[in-house]
T-cell receptor
């Protein structure tokens, strides 16, 4: 069984379009995250949600809007896509009762903006 | 203050050798230091982690050494195998933050 799943795995779109990435976890975790991995493989936190509440917004442009309909889902909507948004986006989850760094990552969504 | 510096950027080791990756941090509030392993096309996966109250942690062929006074920690992979070829990330976090600050990654190649 997949613990953290993301859809789609690949996303190719044109500048200016709006797109969404979905994430679901079946681990019973209460905290979910979005990370961005750029072309140099650098991983950076974007957002963190705990029990559906936003707790970290790491100076991400407001074109990015996360939404957590319930504790098991965290979606990422991106408006007016730009070339610089091309990256791999990872969803992750953890349990607030365990170590903060014990996170489970999804397989990633590779976004290519042309 | 949130930075974690990692070296080397890439590493080539012969099968059976020891791979060593080093990290340094600045923020003294960090209290959890995990290492993640990432294979091409996959998400990072937790490999091993340490808290600053111990100087070493070993799990199988993987060992973390931690030097609190120097604010440095390292990953040692003993008897490196071709299947260990991956990108390794050190990271740090603290309970109040609940988000990982990653190092820049080390691409490890283990040659047969």
């Amino acid at each position: 069984d997949t613990a953290v799943s993301q859809t789609p795995k690949y996303l190719v779109t044109q500048m200016g379009n709006d797109k969404s990435i979905k994430c679901e976890q079946n681990l019973g975790h209460d905290t979910m995250y979005w990370y961005k991995q750029d072309s140099k493989k650098f991983l950076k936190i974007m957002f963190s949600y705990n029990n559906k509440e936003l707790i970290i917004n790491e100076t991400v442009p407001n074109r990015f809007s996360p939404k957590s309909p319930d504790k098991a889902h965290l979606n990422l909507h991106i408006n007016s896509l730009e070339l610089g948004d091309s990256a791999v986006y990872f969803c992750a989850s953890s349990h607030s009762g365990t170590a903060a760094g014990e996170q489970y990552f999804g397989p990633g969504t590779r976004l290519t903006v042309t | 203050q949130q930075q974690v510096k990692q070296s080397p950027q890439s590493l080539i080791v012969q099968k059976g050798g020891i791979s060593i990756i080093n990290c340094a941090y600045e923020n003294t509030a960090f209290d959890y230091f995990p290492w993640y392993q990432q294979f091409p096309g996959k998400g990072p996966a937790l490999l091993i982690a340490i808290r600053p109250d111990v100087s070493e942690k070993k799990e199988g062929r993987f060992t973390i050494s931690f030097n609190k006074s120097a604010k440095q920690f390292s990953l040692h992979i003993m008897d490196s195998q071709p299947g260990d070829s991956a990108t390794y990330f050190c990271a740090a976090t603290h309970t109040g933050r609940r988000a990982l600050t990653f190092g820049s990654g080390t691409r490890l190649q283990v040659q047969p």
